[in-house]
Structure formats: C-alpha cells, structure tokens
C-alpha cells in the first residue's frame, strides 16, 4: 500500500506568491517523522523541514511551513514568497520508529514538480 | 566543510560488468544509506548501515553489494546481475541512535550518481 501519496505531479506558481504542495500519508506507528526535501535539476537532495507526530506546534523553517493535520493524515509544505530558486522537485517522506521501521529508513512520495514563474 | 561526497558524478557500465560508486562522509554519523531514483519516480532503499560492519538489505537488494569497512566510507557495488541498472543513485547519512528522536535523525545526502549501461 501506498505509504506517502502526493497527487500534484506538477505546480506552478507566480514569483512572491504562496504555494501549497500536497502529502497525504498512511502509517498504524503512533510514533513518526515527516520530512520533506527539495531536489533541484543537480539531483542532489536538500532537506528542508522536519514534523514529528508528537509535536504540537506546526514547523517551520524560514519560507517553508509544514500545515500537520494528524487526524487527516496531511503534512502539506507551504513555501511563502515564492522566489525563482524555488523551482525544484519536492519530495515528502515518512519515517516510523522502531520497531516498525529497524533500518530508520525514509520512505518517498512521487514528488511534485514546482515551478515559479517570474 | 562537512558533507557527504559521492563519485564519480556520471558512470557508465558495459554489459556484464561490476562498477562500484563511493559515498565518503565527514559527519561523523553512524548510519549510511543507498537510494535508487528512476525518472520521475521517488527514491528506494537498496541498503543501509546502521554501524561499522554491519549491513541489512533495503526493498530492493537484488544485484547490488555493499561493505562497511570504515563509518567514513560505504560503497555500493552495482554487479552484472542487476539487469536494469539505469538510475540516479543517492547515498545519505544520519547520525543513527544518538541523532535524538528515532522518528527524526534526518538524512542527509550526496550529489547523486547518474549510471547508464552502454
């Protein structure tokens, strides 16, 4: 079963405008991460924001927010102010504690593409 | 400067034969990680390390090799029996136990690897 859904494969966005990219995730561990990761056309993976189930309060990383509705299971990233860097894939994962998840893997949605445009 | 560097950036594999990427670290973290990504597709895990020496297979092992020699350093070995080995290849780090809480310990990743078979 599909562990971490994203169903926006592509966004786009005026420059200075919010963005909101959709996660929505399914785990029975009371106990998890979610993270989600900006990949530019270099590949390389940046982590952007991290929310644990536990937390109380939402996250948020400078431009980056993280709207958490446990109950919904959504973890949706907010970028404010969008700027033209910010075109990128964007990528939510989860991780479950042990022992559900022994290696602390991260699991991956399918991403989804932004682009700003000027 | 601390990172996780991954070479070559591109390969090329011949019909039958092994190559090996390398993935070094200088975090100091305990646990490494090797994601596949094809096109369009989010990232699998082939293998992680939690600890020098010590190695588990990740959701899709089959064709792959790995050794845990030194907590720098985790290469992965694409042999000939992986039939379709055209992929972006990750590794990543996280400092494992001692990185806080286990649904946490974020991950942190190299520029990738682009393999293509000629």
């Known amino acids: 079963a599909q562990k971490i859904t994203q169903t926006q494969p592509g966004m786009f966005v005026q420059e200075k405008e919010a963005v909101t990219l959709d996660c929505t995730y399914d785990?029975?561990?009371?106990?998890?991460?979610l993270f989600w990761y900006k990949q530019p056309s270099s590949g390389e993976m940046i982590f952007l924001i991290y929310?644990?189930?536990?937390?109380?309060q939402n996250a948020t990383e400078g431009r980056y927010s993280l709207n958490f509705q446990k109950a919904r299971k959504s973890a949706n990233l907010v970028i404010s102010a969008s700027q033209l860097g910010d075109s990128a894939m964007y990528f939510c994962?989860?991780?479950?504690?042990?022992?559900?998840?022994?290696?602390?893997?991260?699991?991956f949605g399918q991403g989804t593409e932004l682009s700003v445009k000027p | 400067d601390g990172g996780i560097t991954q070479s070559p950036k591109y390969l090329f594999r011949k019909e039958g034969q092994n190559v090996t990427l390398s993935c070094e670290q200088n975090?100091?973290?305990?646990?490494m990680y090797w994601y596949r990504q094809d096109p369009g597709q989010g990232l699998r895990l082939i293998y992680y390390?939690?600890?020098?020496?010590?190695?588990q297979k990740g959701d899709i092992a089959e064709g792959y090799s790995v050794s845990r020699e030194k907590k720098e350093s985790f290469p992965l070995t694409v042999t000939s029996a992986q039939k379709n080995p055209t992929a972006f290849y990750l590794c990543?780090?996280?400092?494992?136990?001692?990185?806080?809480?286990?649904?946490?310990?974020?991950?942190?990743f190299g520029a990738g690897t682009r393999l293509s078979v000629l």
């Open positions: 975090l100091n973290h305990d646990a």
């Open positions: 390390s939690q600890i020098v020496n010590d190695f």
């Open positions: 929310q644990g189930s536990y937390d109380q």
């Open positions: 994962a989860m991780r479950e504690a042990p022992p559900y998840n022994q290696g602390g893997k991260l699991i």
């Open positions: 785990t029975s561990d009371p106990s998890y991460g």
């Open positions: 990543a780090s996280s400092a494992g136990l001692a990185g806080g809480p286990p649904a946490k310990n974020i991950q942190y």
